[in-house]
């Protein structure tokens, strides 16, 4: 047993440290966050025992010095405190000051939901729990009832339960209705991606037909935003395909330098030999490029419009001519050339060329890369 030490005991000058009390026992829950109490995650700590939890559900269960009668469906009645109602719901705070005792206890009726839905939903307002099988039965009438009530802990709970596996293609389009009508936002966003992912399977389900009686324009809602997002998903497809392009073009632009400078295995300045054993070039386009080269060398059609592949290498010099920042030192034929004539060159054919560099040089930054530079148009 530890000895009792004062603060200004000679034990404590001399460095003597008393002996710390035990941790506390089973019957107390002390949490740290992050971890579990109950099966249901802590925000923050929690040093509430087991124990007082029960307290809270044996006074629940018992009834004892009940002064509220809640009448249900079916001609349930379930017996509650007015003291804890009303802390836990301002709504209900609200309703009782207006009722009409009965004796020594006041009346509240909740209706329109199964009867054990309502058990379950006073007894969270008295100890916070609830049993799984029973949110799994009776999510949808707690989430109405929380956001009726104002009882926001319950209604975050709802929310969490569906996002973590109770939302299915069978019943996202009844949770996406009462998402809108009870105000949670997240729930409905969530519930509107799950419809237009799995839209076809979703407009088979009995949820779906009957929206389409009862809210018709909340199916031409849906049906718009399918719509739309049909069209976002083929813009994007678009935009990929296009980058794509610009990709091989820079791609294309650097291996014509690379060749017109270095040359490439077999291809490049007159004056450069070039070895049978030479490594493989780097550059993905050059092969390509090569075959094109070759191609526009002995093409006897090389007139623009007549060959097109020699139309291609055409339009490609010219490509490069409006990146290339020095002419006479990047080594590319007719790069001069094609600056020249740009000043001859149509208002309409300069606003082409000007808009497809912009976007070249928006997909691919190629400020570092040797012989361009922006702006050079």
């Known amino acids: ?9 000679p034990q404590v000058a001399n460095g003597v440290v008393p002996v710390p009390p035990p941790l506390p026992g089973p019957t107390t829950s002390y949490n740290q966050k992050g971890l579990l109490m109950n099966g249901s995650p802590l925000r923050g700590y929690s040093c509430v025992s087991t124990a007082t939890k029960d307290l809270w559900e044996n006074l ?24 804890i109602l009303g802390i836990a719901s301002p709504t209900m705070r609200g309703i009782l000051k207006q009722s009409k005792c ?7 009726s909740i209706r329109g939901v199964p009867p054990n839905a309502v058990k379950v939903f006073i007894r969270f307002l008295y100890s916070s729990c609830f049993e799984k ?4 039965d009776y999510v949808l009438h707690l989430l109405v009832l929380s956001h009726v009530f104002a009882v926001p802990r319950l209604k975050r709970e ?12 069978e019943n996202v389009v009844d949770i996406f209705q009462l998402a809108l009508l009870c105000d949670a936002p997240r729930l409905g966003l969530i519930c509107h991606r799950m419809i237009l992912r799995n839209f076809k399977a979703v407009s088979e389900t009995e949820g779906w037909k009957i929206m389409k009686q009862s809210h018709p324009m909340l199916e031409k809602e849906l049906l718009e935003s399918m719509i739309d997002e049909e069209n976002r998903q083929k813009e994007r497809v678009r935009k990929l395909k296009d980058r794509k392009i610009y990709l091989q073009l820079y791609e294309a632009m650097e291996a014509l330098v690379h060749i017109c400078r270095d040359g490439c295995r077999t291809i490049g300045p007159y004056d450069k030999d070039f070895n049978e054993d030479q490594a493989p070039c780097n550059y993905a386009a050059c092969k390509g490029l090569e075959l094109l080269v070759r191609h526009f060398a002995g093409c006897k059609l090389r007139v623009p419009g007549k ?3 020699c139309k291609r290498m055409w339009q490609l010099l010219e490509l490069h001519s409006r990146l290339c920042a020095d002419s006479s030192a990047c080594g590319v034929p007719l790069c001069s050339n094609f600056k020249d004539r740009m000043k001859k060159q149509g208002k309409k054919d300069e606003i082409k060329w000007k808009i497809l560099v912009e976007k070249l040089l928006r ?3 190629i400020g570092g890369a040797p012989f361009f530079v922006k702006g050079t148009f």
């Open 1 to 9: 047993m530890m000895e009792n030490v004062q603060v200004g005991s």
């Open 60 to 83: 629940f269960d018992s009834g004892y010095k009940a002064d509220v009668i809640i009448n249900t469906d079916y001609d349930g009645i379930i017996y509650a405190h007015a003291n």
């Open 102 to 108: 009965r004796g020594r206890r006041r009346s509240l």
């Open 133 to 136: 099988v029973d949110m799994e």
């Open 158 to 169: 709802c929310e969490c339960q569906l996002e973590q596996g109770l939302l299915t293609i």
């Open 307 to 309: 060959c097109i592949h």
């Open 363 to 365: 997909t691919k930054t």
